[in-house]
């Protein structure tokens, strides 16, 4: 879904296991980055449970946790990312379609 | 998870020590093994120091390691502010027995979108707990959270999940809060947190700042309900106790010398009961600090160890001027049974004093203190925080069964009663020996009495001491016709006694030679007597000789 470029928005999203705010999460932020970043970024899922050490590193209170590690500054959404606009706001994209 | 206390007498509710001196006497053992204790307190009164130290000490007295959770701090930065205080976390890092995690909220850098819960903050502390194995937990200051989160609702459910995950767990956890206005804390932590309880207070009255702590509840456990002082210095927090939760301390019926000569002969015991404290109160310049010192000198030549904490001269000082007086104390420092220790009473607050005191107590184990004067101590108190400090201190002294001499100056009062810094001891002590000027005619002398002493007979008079180069010494009790003499009264009535005592003799040599001419006179006519009588005699047997002759005489005649 990438690669001529290197992905723009870089994208991690922290979960422990699959839990159904996880799973909505997942599915959220995937609908919302087809619509407004195709093909600019890349989405990485940390499952906490496997891997609990990382949740020191990005500083993981809440989860689900949306990290936009780039571009800078790094930004952080919590929840299920049910609420469209203050996910975008969150990650600050303009909707391309207003 | 109402706990209810066993009838059993063998029942011992599980705690674990607090490794803070005092926190562990009066919460009876230290805070409720396996289940989280809230700490809370204003701004800069020492949570997070008291929760570090709980975790550094458990792991260096107990082998227990810990988990420090910090929302405040940077973990840096709570290395370098702890090293202060001697605890060096890097090694107990290293070692695997300490982890240190700073959960860092921004409220900028985050965007809430829809529900979540807080399993990010379990996961990374039960990772940190099952990596080291950790029995111990802080969390400081967890209402950071609410700073950085909007919804309420979810933080405080995940809350009330935390603790009851952190009990299942069954690490012994200490959470931190800020004090609130009207609550406990800010959040109403104390809802969560309800086995044990402890505010932590800063308090500053009359410029004097006091640190207080104090233990609001701690269910299924006795424990000390005062506010309890405590103090942050360069070994981390202490805690002291107002008073033992008892009095039940030892007692000893060994009797030590005042090193006074006289004065032992005062008490009926002949001197101090070891262990007991002395109050030794005078207006200036009565020689209190001489009776001290003669009592340090006594206590030091019988190789008893002991402290002089002097509040008015320097060591040098003392040295010297009791060197004037025949007391060489030089001596005993250097043989190393006495320590002077000199400060100014303003140099810190009543509790670091008391806190100086019992770091030296323990560190010299003497089994003799002096302290001159006491009265000095109030310029930094008040009273009622003196004598506290005071009952403390003679708590603690009983307790190690060290003997001590006070000593206080009195202002003159007219009525020689006592004065501020003697009332507030009076009750604690146990002999009270009064020194004070006896004014006369131009002159001023000086006297010494015992008030009290519990526990023995004691003299009841008021007797005259002198002070030369030779030392201290009390003077025979000289009765005149109007009482105790002193003074001059005191040689003028010797004077007069010794005339008198002249009189008497030439009054007495004069009869004797009286009764000799009496004698000599009855003996003389005694003589006289005799020889008439003799005389007398010899007469009648010559009249009766003559008699028999005639009569001799007269019958031949007859015959014839």
């Not at chain 1, 571009?71 to 379609?97: A, C, H, M, T, Y």
């Given at each position: 879904?990438?690669?001529?470029?290197v992905?723009?928005?870089?994208?991690l999203?922290y979960?422990?296991?699959?839990t159904?705010?996880?799973?909505?999460?997942?599915?959220?932020?995937?609908?919302?980055?087809e619509?407004h970043l195709?093909g600019?970024?890349?989405i990485?899922i940390i499952d906490?449970?496997?891997n609990?050490?990382?949740a020191e590193?990005?500083?993981?209170l809440a989860?689900?946790?949306?990290?936009?590690?780039?571009?800078?500054?790094?930004r952080k959404?919590?929840?299920d990312?049910?609420n469209e606009e203050?996910?975008?706001?969150?990650?600050?994209?303009?909707?391309?379609?207003? | 998870?109402?706990?209810?206390?066993?009838?059993?007498?063998?029942?011992?509710?599980p705690?674990?020590p607090?490794g803070?001196?005092?926190?562990d006497?009066?919460?009876?053992g230290?805070?409720?093994?396996?289940?989280?204790t809230?700490?809370?307190?204003g701004?800069g009164?020492?949570?997070?120091?008291l929760?570090?130290?709980?975790?550094?000490k458990?792991?260096?007295?107990?082998?227990e390691?810990g988990?420090?959770?910090s929302f405040?701090?940077?973990?840096?930065?709570?290395t370098?502010?702890?090293k202060?205080?001697g605890?060096d976390?890097e090694?107990l890092?290293?070692?695997?027995?300490?982890i240190?995690?700073?959960?860092?909220?921004e409220?900028?850098?985050?965007?809430e979108a829809?529900?979540?819960?807080?399993d990010?903050?379990?996961?990374?502390?039960g990772?940190a707990?099952?990596s080291?194995k950790a029995?111990r937990?802080?969390?400081?200051t967890i209402?950071?959270?609410?700073?950085?989160?909007d919804?309420?609702?979810?933080l405080?459910?995940?809350?009330r999940?935390?603790?009851?995950?952190l009990?299942?767990?069954?690490?012994t956890a200490?959470?931190?809060?800020?004090?609130g206005?009207a609550t406990?804390?800010r959040?109403?932590?104390?809802?969560?947190v309800s086995?044990c309880v402890i505010?932590l207070?800063?308090r500053?009255?009359?410029?004097?700042?006091?640190?207080r702590?104090?233990?609001v509840?701690y269910?299924?456990?006795?424990?000390?309900?005062?506010e309890?002082?405590?103090?942050i210095?360069?070994?981390?927090?202490s805690?002291?106790?107002?008073?033992?939760?008892?009095?039940?301390?030892?007692v000893?019926s060994?009797?030590?010398?005042?090193?006074?000569?006289?004065?032992?002969?005062?008490?009926h015991?002949?001197g101090?009961?070891?262990?007991?404290n002395t109050?030794?109160?005078g207006?200036?310049?009565?020689?209190?600090t001489?009776?001290?010192?003669?009592?340090a000198?006594?206590?030091?030549?019988?190789n008893e160890?002991?402290?002089?904490?002097a509040?008015?001269?320097?060591p040098?000082?003392?040295?010297?001027?009791?060197?004037?007086i025949?007391?060489d104390?030089?001596?005993h420092?250097?043989?190393?049974?006495l320590?002077?220790?000199?400060s100014?009473?303003?140099?810190n607050?009543?509790?670091?004093?008391?806190?100086t005191l019992?770091?030296?107590i323990?560190?010299?184990q003497?089994t003799?203190i002096?302290?001159?004067p006491i009265?000095n101590?109030?310029?930094?108190?008040?009273q009622?925080?003196?004598r506290?400090?005071?009952?403390r201190?003679?708590?603690?002294l009983k307790a190690?069964?060290?003997t001590v001499?006070?000593?206080?100056?009195?202002?003159r009062?007219?009525?020689?009663?006592?004065?501020?810094?003697?009332?507030s001891?009076s009750?604690?002590v146990?002999?009270w020996i009064t020194v004070?000027d006896?004014?006369?005619?131009g002159?001023?002398?000086?006297?010494?009495?015992?008030v009290?002493?519990r526990?023995?007979g004691h003299?009841?008079q008021?007797?005259?001491f002198?002070?030369?180069?030779?030392?201290?010494?009390?003077?025979?009790v000289?009765?005149g016709?109007?009482?105790?003499?002193?003074?001059?009264?005191?040689?003028?009535?010797?004077?007069e006694?010794?005339?008198?005592d002249?009189k008497?003799?030439?009054?007495?040599i004069?009869?004797?030679?009286?009764i000799?001419r009496k004698r000599k006179?009855?003996?003389?006519?005694?003589?006289?007597?005799?020889?008439?009588?003799?005389?007398?005699?010899?007469?009648l047997?010559?009249?009766?000789a003559?008699?028999?002759?005639?009569?001799?005489?007269?019958s031949?005649?007859?015959?014839e």
């Amino acid at each position: 879904m990438k690669k001529e470029v290197v992905a723009e928005w870089q994208l991690l999203l922290y979960i422990a296991g699959q839990t159904p705010k996880s799973i909505k999460a997942l599915e959220n932020i995937k609908k919302y980055a087809e619509e407004h970043l195709a093909g600019k970024y890349s989405i990485e899922i940390i499952d906490l449970l496997k891997n609990p050490q990382l949740a020191e590193g990005d500083q993981i209170l809440a989860v689900p946790t949306l990290v936009r590690k780039f571009p800078e500054p790094i930004r952080k959404i919590i929840g299920d990312l049910s609420n469209e606009e203050r996910v975008l706001v969150g990650l600050n994209i303009k909707p391309l379609n207003p | 998870m109402a706990y209810k206390k066993t009838k059993s007498q063998q029942f011992i509710f599980p705690k674990s020590p607090t490794g803070i001196d005092g926190l562990d006497e009066i919460t009876n053992g230290g805070f409720p093994k396996g289940r989280p204790t809230l700490i809370c307190g204003g701004a800069g009164c020492g949570k997070t120091l008291l929760s570090m130290q709980f975790l550094i000490k458990g792991i260096t007295e107990h082998n227990e390691p810990g988990v420090f959770m910090s929302f405040e701090e940077p973990s840096d930065d709570l290395t370098l502010n702890v090293k202060s205080l001697g605890f060096d976390i890097e090694k107990l890092k290293a070692d695997k027995k300490l982890i240190v995690d700073h959960v860092r909220v921004e409220r900028s850098e985050i965007e809430e979108a829809g529900e979540y819960d807080l399993d990010g903050l379990f996961i990374r502390l039960g990772h940190a707990i099952d990596s080291i194995k950790a029995t111990r937990v802080v969390l400081d200051t967890i209402e950071s959270l609410f700073g950085g989160l909007d919804n309420q609702a979810i933080l405080r459910a995940e809350l009330r999940r935390l603790f009851h995950w952190l009990k299942a767990k069954g690490v012994t956890a200490i959470v931190t809060g800020e004090r609130g206005e009207a609550t406990l804390t800010r959040q109403g932590l104390e809802e969560y947190v309800s086995d044990c309880v402890i505010v932590l207070d800063h308090r500053v009255i009359d410029q004097v700042s006091t640190r207080r702590l104090r233990i609001v509840k701690y269910r299924g456990s006795t424990h000390g309900t005062n506010e309890y002082p405590f103090l942050i210095d360069a070994d981390g927090i202490s805690v002291l106790p107002i008073t033992s939760l008892k009095l039940d301390n030892d007692v000893s019926s060994d009797i030590i010398s005042t090193g006074v000569p006289g004065l032992d002969e005062m008490f009926h015991s002949g001197g101090f009961y070891r262990g007991s404290n002395t109050l030794i109160s005078g207006t200036a310049g009565t020689a209190k600090t001489t009776i001290a010192s003669y009592f340090a000198n006594e206590q030091c030549n019988k190789n008893e160890k002991t402290i002089y904490f002097a509040f008015e001269e320097s060591p040098q000082q003392l040295i010297r001027n009791m060197k004037s007086i025949g007391v060489d104390l030089e001596k005993h420092i250097k043989k190393g049974t006495l320590q002077i220790h000199s400060s100014r009473p303003s140099l810190n607050g009543l509790e670091l004093h008391l806190l100086t005191l019992r770091k030296l107590i323990k560190e010299f184990q003497p089994t003799t203190i002096i302290i001159d004067p006491i009265s000095n101590l109030i310029t930094v108190g008040s009273q009622d925080e003196v004598r506290s400090m005071l009952v403390r201190l003679i708590d603690m002294l009983k307790a190690n069964n060290i003997t001590v001499l006070f000593t206080s100056l009195n202002k003159r009062t007219d009525k020689f009663r006592p004065d501020l810094a003697e009332e507030s001891v009076s009750s604690l002590v146990d002999i009270w020996i009064t020194v004070r000027d006896m004014e006369g005619i131009g002159e001023r002398n000086r006297g010494i009495f015992i008030v009290k002493a519990r526990g023995m007979g004691h003299s009841n008079q008021v007797r005259e001491f002198v002070i030369t180069d030779q030392g201290m010494e009390l003077l025979d009790v000289e009765l005149g016709p109007k009482g105790i003499l002193t003074g001059s009264e005191r040689q003028s009535h010797r004077i007069e006694k010794k005339m008198s005592d002249m009189k008497h003799q030439n009054e007495i040599i004069r009869k004797d030679r009286e009764i000799e001419r009496k004698r000599k006179a009855l003996e003389a006519n005694i003589e006289a007597l005799r020889n008439e009588f003799e005389s007398a005699e010899e007469e009648l047997n010559i009249l009766k000789a003559t008699e028999e002759l005639y009569a001799k005489l007269t019958s031949k005649k007859k015959k014839e």
